[in-house]
């Protein structure tokens, strides 16, 4: 009776199976009816199908309500709380992150005036990234820094921020781990590159900034227990600032991504926006979903590891774990593929992928098989033909100031089609534009999103 328990609460069918005669057999024999074992045993297997306890779904109906009822009337302290609480777990992370641009809410790095220790709202309803998520930075100097803020008002300037924040509490480390997360970046005075830049006397400009803060305290505590100090402010000249060698996209981001774990102002593969999410048929997140699939099957991403390993039998194989905006997916290049594939394993670039599952020849194993792989540079352009946006007789005003961004674009782009639905008598039309091309790119898809206009690419062979 308790392997049958067990099994319904885990929905283990073929177990329930195996018990079934036991239960008819052992009911028939203490007199029991038939027809009523029957009654009892099919009760059961609906049961098992979907079994949840009836006090646990008082709870949880009442939790939902809860949440819903947040999600709807405070998006933006909801969805905080909800990234606060996985901000360990990047692939749910990044899927709350999506979900937050489907309400409209945008996800801002941190800022040294506005965020909180966690995610938090802000006034004009977005998200900023949290201090204390930022690897190198300790909650007791986040509470200091958050604590100054609401005591004194914002800082005004980096200057100002080393002169008020504890000295105690503020480092050379955690000063760059803020700069190159962006979170000065509000202060035009300084770019993030220039707090690691030498200045004349060869002196990096963050340690010279600690060194200033302290001094500046320490001159006016000393002010402040002297005869006549507490009249008026220290006033002292501030440091130089260097400038610092630009950083190119990929180390900005880079940099970034190692601090907060993950891409927050911009990502790498933005410039191949529509190649990886309309060019390819599988995100990387479902490829292992995708194992019972014989079809061909694409895909595209950023390199971000690549490891050789030696087999047990002295051969050498490569490890290439490849990142999309959906997540991570590790592929192995044994033999042939090792020597044809290998050279892509450099971190950094964006490669397209294409190759189908398939049994292994020594097993019944499925495994995926890389057929080839190619720069996502060389192929830029050439995986979407057209695109088709569907209207009815509503959408005639989005269709104006699509047409507006579209003239505003370059004549580069793909042949553009648009269905336009007779609400009437549910008749529609296909017309295709002879003057303009569209775009596709990040800041278009997005516009039509915003418009809220669905559309196809490569709705037209």
């Given at each position: 009776s308790d392997t049958l328990r067990k099994a319904m609460g885990k929905?283990?069918?073929?177990?329930?199976?195996?018990?079934?005669?036991?239960?008819?057999?052992?009911?028939?024999?203490?007199?029991?009816?038939?027809?009523?074992?029957?009654?009892?045993?099919?009760?059961w297997k609906r049961f098992a199908s979907y079994a949840f306890n009836k006090s646990h779904a008082t709870c949880y109906s009442w939790v939902a309500?809860?949440?819903?009822?947040?999600?709807?009337?405070?998006?933006?302290?909801?969805?905080?709380?909800?990234?606060?609480?996985?901000?360990?777990?990047?692939?749910?992370?990044?899927?709350?992150?999506?979900?937050?641009?489907?309400?409209?809410?945008?996800?801002?790095?941190?800022?040294?005036?506005?965020?909180?220790?966690?995610f938090a709202a802000t006034a004009s309803g977005d998200i900023r990234f949290g201090l204390a998520g930022?690897?190198?930075?300790?909650?007791?100097?986040?509470?200091?820094?958050?604590?100054?803020?609401?005591?004194?008002?914002?800082?005004?300037?980096?200057?100002?921020?080393?002169?008020?924040?504890?000295?105690?509490?503020?480092?050379?480390?955690?000063?760059?781990?803020?700069?190159?997360a962006g979170a000065f970046d509000s202060f035009t005075e300084v770019r993030r590159e220039d707090f690691?830049?030498?200045?004349?006397?060869?002196?990096?400009f963050s340690e010279v900034l600690i060194r200033f803060g302290q001094d500046y305290q320490a001159s006016k505590a000393s002010m402040q227990n002297s005869l006549f100090g507490g009249f008026e402010d220290l006033d002292v000249a501030t440091p130089e600032i260097p400038r610092g060698e630009r950083w190119n996209d990929m180390e900005r981001l880079d940099r970034e991504r190692k601090l907060v774990g993950i891409y927050l102002s911009a990502h790498p593969l933005d410039r191949y926006y529509t190649e990886v999410n309309y060019g390819c048929n599988t995100p990387l997140s479902e490829l292992a979903?995708?194992?019972?699939?014989?079809?061909?099957?694409?895909?595209?991403g950023l390199v971000v590891d690549y490891q050789i390993k030696t087999g047990q039998k002295g051969d050498q194989f490569g490890i290439l774990k490849v990142e999309d905006y959906s997540g991570t997916h590790e592929f192995r290049l044994f033999r042939q593929k090792f020597v044809d594939f290998g050279k892509y394993g450099q971190p950094g670039l964006a490669i397209y992928i294409h190759g189908r599952y398939q049994k292994n020849r020594y097993n019944d194993n499925v495994q995926f098989n890389i057929e080839d792989i190619q720069l996502l540079e060389n192929i830029k352009g050439k995986l979407i033909h057209n695109i088709l946006i569907y209207l009815n007789d509503s959408d005639f005003d989005k269709a104006g100031l699509l047409s507006d961004a579209i003239r505003g674009e370059s004549d580069k782009g793909v042949d553009l089609y648009f269905r336009v639905?007779?609400?009437?008598?549910?008749?529609?039309?296909?017309?295709?534009?002879?003057?303009?091309?569209?775009?596709?790119?990040?800041?278009?898809?997005e516009l039509l999103e915003e418009l809220q206009l669905d559309f196809r690419v490569n709705a037209f062979k």
């Open positions: 929905k283990q069918i073929a177990k329930m199976n195996e018990l079934e005669d036991l239960f008819y057999k052992g009911g028939e024999q203490r007199g029991h009816d038939h027809a009523v074992l029957n009654k009892i045993w099919e009760d309500y809860q949440t819903a009822y947040l999600k709807a009337n405070y998006p933006s302290e909801y969805m905080a709380a909800v990234l606060s609480r996985n901000l360990n777990d990047i692939t749910k992370l990044t899927k709350f992150m999506d979900e937050c641009k489907s309400m409209g809410i945008k996800v801002l790095g941190p800022d040294i005036n506005e965020s909180r220790s966690n930022i690897s190198g930075v300790g909650e007791g100097a986040v509470e200091a820094i958050i604590a100054e803020r609401e005591k004194g008002g914002a800082f005004k300037d980096i200057f100002d921020f080393v002169q008020r924040v504890p000295s105690r509490t503020c480092n050379r480390k955690m000063l760059e781990a803020f700069a190159a690691f830049a030498l200045d004349d006397r060869g002196t990096v979903d995708k194992a019972g699939d014989e079809q061909e099957l694409t895909m595209a639905l007779d609400t009437a008598n549910g008749r529609h039309v296909d017309l295709r534009s002879e003057k303009y091309k569209f775009p596709v790119n990040k800041q278009m898809i």
